[in-house]
């Protein structure tokens, strides 16, 4: 089996020595636009031919906030080099360690902030095993090549269950209840407790959760009603409301899904409470922002609202302590002292079976965190990808052995696409894809019967276009 070569920018300076046939050397001096980690070719037992990690020890990977194993496991049976830490890391370490990274995975307590991706010269991708990406600056990291990837579906479930949990014990008062009698105090009422069959649930933002929920509270025989900013079909016999409002006024049980976003900052606020039903109930399991604290502290004292459920915060401390404090969000020990409210600590996705499938989801699974990131260190396929258009080109074959892939991140301009062809114009291109996510664009072609020297010709000539953000040549 030939040699191959992964060769990324990330390391780059202009280079007067060709491309190294020992992977190792190449990696190892900095000073080459060549240095990036060295990948070749390798087989699986069909006839599909990886372009995979030669020396695989060469790509740098840090884990952080405890990646589930099994993630691990998927990054270091490549041969990767995995350090994985168990917490998230303050910024200045941060900053020390990700400069020496290709990869980094991250949860949600790690901030991928503009100032620390400046430092990360080496860094490819971004695997965030979450579902949310609002801690990495997207934006910055596309402008700069960086591709992130994360896990959109893999808590949903877990989070639809916490909620139809939260809308039973709401009802019924239970963690009062629990509270009381842990407390020593025998408390028997059954003033305002209530069943939940033939209650309207209105479910705010009908996406993975908010849609499962429905199916859920259905089947326990609540009536659904949900408000989006896009038109969903709906679950069962779940009906959509044109307004906020509409869905407000209407449900005993307002629980709110949607992402974090400046029109869903504060979202329900003092009118909104105004809005709701006497005595009706609120849960959010999305994002902190979204729901205006104060308004709910007022709202729970008037007894406008009969409870709520919270499960996250604006701010949420990085890990496990007595921090609820007002230290951290000036009304928490207001909160804190409601009635009916049930606080929980950011545990909606907090499951087993959640985290197993953040780590690593069925094998056919497209979105597949640890599976994506391999798939774009190997192949530069981007499928999955938040920041990046979602790319894909077939394998190459075992017969395809003199194949490059070259993969051009650019800025999308008029004219890069001609200037590209000129470069590639003069070998064989087997297959081209290009898409663009507004100002980034996602080029990737196989070449065929190209000598090493001639990889060389192709990737400094790409680097040299104005146009380019990275260039990687798989080969
Ligand atoms: N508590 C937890 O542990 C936990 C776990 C997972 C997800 N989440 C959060 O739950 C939220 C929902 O996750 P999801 O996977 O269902 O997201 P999703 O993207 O699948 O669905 C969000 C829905 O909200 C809608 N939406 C967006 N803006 C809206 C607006 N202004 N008004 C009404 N609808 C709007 C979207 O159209 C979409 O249908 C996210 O904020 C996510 O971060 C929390």
Request: glycine share 8%; charged share 20%; hydrophobic share 40%.
């Amino acid at each position: 089996m030939a040699e191959a070569q992964d060769i990324p920018t990330r390391l780059a300076k202009p280079v007067s020595h060709s491309v190294s046939t020992s992977p190792s050397a190449a990696f190892h001096s900095p000073s080459s636009s060549f240095g990036g980690a060295n990948l070749a070719r390798s087989a699986t037992l069909s006839n599909q031919r990886e372009l995979k990690p030669f020396d695989t020890t060469d790509i740098k990977i840090l884990l952080l906030e405890n990646v589930n194993q099994s993630g691990r496991d998927i990054l270091s049976g490549q041969g990767y080099q995995v350090e994985a830490l168990k917490t998230s890391l303050p910024e200045d370490e941060l900053i020390e360690k990700i400069r020496n990274v290709h990869v980094i995975g991250i949860r949600s307590k790690t901030k991928l902030s503009e100032k620390v991706l400046r430092e990360a010269k080496n860094l490819i991708v971004i695997g965030c095993f979450c579902i949310g990406t609002n801690q990495v600056d997207l934006e910055y990291a596309a402008k700069h090549g960086i591709a992130v990837f994360n896990s959109p579906f893999a808590n949903s479930r877990s989070v639809a269950e916490l909620v139809i949990a939260e809308i039973i014990m709401l009802a019924r008062q239970l963690g009062d209840r629990s509270m009381e009698l842990h407390n020593g105090t025998w408390n028997k009422v059954s003033a305002k407790c209530w069943e939940i069959r033939g209650k309207t649930l209105g479910i705010i933002g009908y996406g993975h959760i908010g849609s499962q929920l429905s199916v859920l509270a259905e089947a326990m025989g609540m009536s659904v009603i949900y408000y989006d900013v896009v038109n969903l079909m709906a679950m069962g016999t779940a009906k959509q409301v044109p307004t906020l409002e509409a869905l407000l006024s209407n449900s005993d049980f307002v629980t709110c899904h949607v992402p974090e976003l400046p029109e869903t900052k504060n979202m329900i606020g003092r009118v909104q409470f105004e809005q709701m039903k006497e005595g009706s109930y609120l849960i959010n399991a999305s994002r902190g922002s979204v729901i205006d604290i104060p308004a709910l502290i007022n709202a729970s004292r008037s007894g406008k609202i009969a409870g709520a459920a919270l499960d996250v915060y604006p701010s949420e401390p990085a890990g496990n302590g007595d921090y609820f404090t007002n230290s951290l969000n000036p009304w928490a020990e207001d909160l804190r002292s409601l009635k009916n409210v049930i606080l929980s600590p950011h545990i909606g996705g907090s499951t087993e079976e959640a985290q197993r499938a953040i780590g690593v989801e069925g094998k056919f699974s497209a979105i597949n965190v640890g599976e994506a990131l391999v798939r774009y260190v190997n192949s530069g396929v981007t499928l999955g990808a938040v920041n990046l258009p979602e790319v894909n080109l077939r394998s190459l074959t075992l017969d395809e052995r003199d194949h490059a892939r070259v993969i051009y991140i650019h800025r999308n301009v008029p004219g890069v696409l001609r200037r590209v062809n000129e470069i590639l114009g003069n070998h064989n291109v087997d297959k081209q894809i290009t898409d663009n996510k507004g100002d980034v664009a996602y080029l990737m072609a196989d070449i065929s019967n190209v000598q090493r020297t001639e990889v060389k010709e192709i990737f400094d000539s790409l680097e040299a276009l104005s146009s380019r953000i990275l260039t990687r040549v798989l080969y």
